[in-house]
C-alpha cells in the first residue's frame, strides 16, 4: 500500500484563503483591525523563525501585529509587566509568548498570566478547562490542527482508537481531550502513552489513527503501524540540515492509508489555526 498524503500546506491555505474573506467582513462591519501581540524572551533562532512566519502570516490575511522582543537577560517581574500591560490594551487582541522561555522564568506563571479572552495559544487553565468540558473558547493550535487534517482528510474518528504518542500540555493532552469530546471529528477511544507506558510497540500498532507527538526523529516505524491506519506527525526534529518528523516517513508510507508529511503536514495547520484564533478573539472583545 502506498499511503495518500495529507496535505497541509494545502490545507492551511485554503483556511488562510477563508480567513482573509472573515477578518475583511469583521473589519468592514465592526472598524476594528484583529491585532496579535507576539512577545519574543532572548534570541533562539528557531523561535525567531516562528514568530515572524507568524507575523508575515497575520499581514496577509488584514490582520495586524506587533512583536515584542526583550532580550535574554529579562527579568521574570519585566515579562510579567509587558503581559499586563498588553492585556489591558485594548488594541490587541490576541498575545502569544513565545516558549520555551529563558530558564531563570516560570513559563507557567508568565501563561497564566495572559488575559484567557486574549489567550489564542489556549494554554490558560480557564480556557484548558473549558475545551476539556467541550464547550472550547478557544482550541489549542495545534491539536486543532490534526483535527482538521483528520477532518479534510476524510478520515473516520468517530468509534476510531486514536493512539497519541505524547503527553506534553501542548500537544500530547489537548489533542487527546479534543478527540475524545462527543461531536463531529471526535467520539474517538483514545489512548494517550508517554515514556513510562508498558508494551509501547504493541499499543501503537493498534492505533487506527495514530498521532506522534514526542520529538524523537523517526521513532516510529513501518512494523509498529497497523496496516491502513491514518499517521499524523506532529514532531518536528532537525537531523544535519534535514527536518525530520517523529514517523519514518518513507517506510510507515507503505503501510498506512494516509500520512502528513513533515515539513508540510502539522506545521502549517498550527499557524493558520492560530490566525483563527485571533479573530475569534477580537470578535470576543468587540
Ligand atoms: N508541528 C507543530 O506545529 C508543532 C507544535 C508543537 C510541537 N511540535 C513538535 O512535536 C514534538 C513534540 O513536542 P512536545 O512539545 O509535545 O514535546 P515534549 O513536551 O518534549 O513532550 C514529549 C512527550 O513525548 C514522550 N516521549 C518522549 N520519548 C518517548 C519515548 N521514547 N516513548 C514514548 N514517549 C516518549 C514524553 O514522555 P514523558 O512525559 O514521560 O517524558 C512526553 O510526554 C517535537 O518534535 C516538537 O518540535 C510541533
Not at 464547550?135 to 476510531?160: I, M, Y
Not at 489513527?209 to 518536528?236: N, Q, R, S, W
Not at 498506512?256 to 495547520?269: C, K, L
Request: a neutral charge; one cysteine or more; glycine letters at 6%.
Amino acid at each position: 500500500m502506498t499511503a495518500k498524503l495529507i496535505d497541509g500546506k494545502a490545507i492551511a491555505a485554503s483556511i488562510r484563503n477563508q480567513l482573509v474573506a472573515e477578518v475583511a467582513a469583521f473589519r468592514e462591519s465592526t472598524n476594528i483591525v484583529p491585532k496579535l501581540a507576539a512577545v519574543l524572551v532572548g534570541d533562539d533562532p528557531a523561535s525567531q523563525v516562528y514568530v515572524r512566519n507568524k507575523e508575515q502570516a497575520c499581514a496577509k490575511i488584514g490582520m495586524a501585529s506587533e512583536l515584542f522582543r526583550l532580550p535574554a537577560t529579562t527579568s521574570q517581574a519585566e515579562l510579567l509587566e509587558l503581559v499586563a500591560t498588553l492585556n489591558s490594551d485594548r488594541s490587541v487582541h490576541g498575545i502569544l509568548v513565545q516558549l520555551p522561555l529563558p530558564r531563570h522564568i516560570n513559563e507557567t506563571t508568565v501563561l497564566d498570566a495572559v488575559t484567557p479572552l486574549k489567550d489564542v495559544d489556549c494554554f490558560h487553565p480557564e480556557n484548558v478547562g473549558l475545551m476539556v468540558q467541550g464547550r472550547p473558547r478557544f482550541k489549542p493550535c495545534t491539536p486543532h490542527g490534526v483535527q482538521v487534517l483528520l477532518q479534510e482528510s476524510g478520515t473516520v474518528v468517530d468509534g476510531a482508537h486514536v493512539v497519541v504518542l505524547g503527553r506534553s500540555e501542548i500537544v500530547g493532552k489537548p489533542v487527546a481531550m479534543m478527540l475524545v469530546q462527543k461531536g463531529e471529528t471526535a467520539n474517538a477511544t483514545v489512548t494517550i502513552c508517554h515514556s513510562r507506558t508498558r508494551n509501547l510497540v504493541e499499543i501503537i500498532r493498534s492505533a487506527d489513527i495514530l498521532i506522534a507527538a514526542i520529538g524523537k526523529p523517526e521513532f516510529v516505524t513501518a512494523e509498529m503501524v497497523k496496516p491502513g491506519a491514518v499517521v499524523i506527525d506532529v514532531g518536528i526534529n532537525r537531523v544535519g540540515d534535514r527536518l525530520v518528523g517523529d514517523v519514518a516517513f518513507e517506510p510507515v508510507s507503505q503501510v498506512a492509508a494516509a500520512i502528513t508529511p513533515v515539513p508540510g503536514g502539522v506545521g502549517p495547520m498550527t499557524i493558520a489555526m492560530l490566525l483563527k484564533n485571533t479573530l475569534t478573539a477580537a470578535r470576543i472583545q468587540s
